[in-house]
C-alpha cells in the first residue's frame, strides 16, 4: 500500500511540475519564485522562456535589474524612472488579447517598497483569461520598515495571492543539510546567515548541477500540493524529477533494504505457494458450514444459540455423558 501511494504521488506530481513549466492551460495565474543569492532563479526562467516558446506563448519581460534582455522573449521593458502606472500601460500596449503571454518581472523589490502603491490589485490588474503572471522576489533584501505596522508584509500578501509559490534551493546546501541532520548534528548555515564578516554567498551556492525547487501550488478547490523536486540545467533536456529520487539525497540503505526484502519474498514463494487453484476455490465455496442450517426455520432458526452436529464414524460416543 505504502509502494502504492508513493508511486501515485511520483506520477501526480511529475506531471503537475511539467504542466506548470510547460504553461498548459490556466494552471497558474499568478506564479511566485522566491530566491536568495545561493541560489537564483535564472536556472528556473530559462526553463519556462524555452517551454513558452514551445507552447506559443508570448514572454514580456518587465526588467527592474536587468540590462539585457534575455534570448527568447518577445519584448523587453524598462522600468527606470517609470511609475506604476506608466509600466501597467507599457504592458497592455504590447500585450495582445488573442494570444497567450506570460509577464515576467525579474524583481519586485522597487514595487514593494513603494508604500503609495497597492501591490496586490496592481498584480491582479495585470492576469487575464490570456495572460499569466510570473514574479520573482529576493527573499535576502530587507523591506524598509512598512508606515502601517498592523498591515501585513508585501511578501505575506504575495503568497496568498499566488496561485504557486516555487522556493528556490541550492543542491549541494540541502545534501549539507541532509547529512547532517542523518548524524543528528546542527544544520550548517550558509551566506549571510553564517553572520561571518565578508561573508555574502556561501560554499555549494548555485550548483551549476542543477538547483533544489520546493513548490506550493495550490488548486482551484483550495487543496495545497507540497513537494520537492530537483531540475536539471536546461542543457541536459531532462525533465524534473522527485528530490527522493535523487541518487544522492536517496538513502543508499534502502535501496539495499528494499532488494534483500524482494529477494526473501521470492525465495519464500518458491517454497511455499500460499494460493488456491480453481478447483480448490470452489470446493470450498460448496462446503456448508454447520451454523447455516441453525439459521433456517426448519431448524429452530431464532430459538437461541443451537448446535446441529452429526456424528462420524471416528467419535466416540459416551453414553453417561450424552444422559448428563
Not at 555549494?204 to 548541477?209: A, C, F, L, R, Y
Not at 526484502?261 to 521470492?266: G, M, P, Q, R, S
Amino acid at each position: 500500500m505504502a509502494d502504492r501511494a508513493l508511486q501515485h504521488r511520483r506520477v501526480h506530481n511529475l506531471l503537475l511540475i511539467q504542466k506548470l513549466l510547460g504553461l498548459r492551460g490556466d494552471s497558474s495565474p499568478f506564479t511566485l519564485v522566491l530566491d536568495t543569492v545561493e541560489q537564483s532563479a535564472k536556472p528556473l526562467i530559462r526553463h519556462y522562456i524555452n517551454n513558452a516558446k514551445i507552447s506559443k506563448t508570448d514572454v514580456v519581460y518587465i526588467s527592474f535589474e536587468t540590462f539585457k534582455p534575455p534570448l527568447g522573449i518577445a519584448a523587453f521593458i524598462k522600468t527606470r524612472r517609470k511609475d506604476a502606472a506608466t509600466i501597467q500601460k507599457e504592458i497592455s500596449s504590447v500585450v495582445s488579447t488573442t494570444k497567450r503571454a506570460l509577464l515576467m518581472f525579474d524583481t519586485l523589490y522597487p514595487l514593494a517598497c513603494n508604500t503609495n502603491l497597492d501591490l496586490p490589485s496592481f498584480l491582479s490588474s495585470l492576469v487575464t483569461p490570456t495572460t499569466s503572471l510570473l514574479a520573482i522576489y529576493h527573499m535576502d533584501i530587507p523591506l524598509p520598515p512598512p508606515p502601517n505596522p498592523y498591515a501585513p508584509s508585501p511578501l505575506t500578501s504575495l503568497e496568498f495571492l499566488a496561485t504557486t509559490i516555487f522556493t528556490t534551493h541550492s543542491l549541494e546546501q540541502v545534501l549539507s543539510r541532509k547529512r547532517a541532520a542523518d548524524k543528528s548534528l546542527a544544520e550548517p548555515v550558509f551566506g549571510l546567515e553564517e553572520k561571518r564578516e565578508g561573508v555574502i554567498i556561501g560554499l555549494g551556492s548555485n550548483d551549476p548541477k542543477g538547483l533544489v525547487l520546493e513548490m506550493n501550488h495550490r488548486r482551484k478547490s483550495g487543496r495545497n500540493i507540497e513537494e520537492v523536486f530537483f531540475l536539471l540545467p536546461l542543457t541536459s533536456k531532462e525533465k524534473p524529477l522527485l528530490l527522493d529520487d535523487h541518487p544522492l539525497y536517496r538513502r543508499p540503505d534502502l535501496g539495499d533494504a528494499k532488494s534483500a526484502a524482494d529477494e526473501v519474498a521470492a525465495e519464500l514463494s518458491s517454497t511455499f505457494d500460499l494460493g488456491i487453484t480453481a478447483k480448490q476455490r470452489r470446493d470450498r465455496e460448496g462446503v456448508v458450514l454447520p451454523y447455516f442450517d441453525a439459521q433456517k426455520d426448519g431448524f429452530g432458526g431464532g430459538e437461541g444459540g443451537r448446535i446441529l452436529y452429526d456424528m462420524g464414524v471416528e467419535d466416540d460416543f459416551d453414553e453417561e455423558e450424552d444422559e448428563i
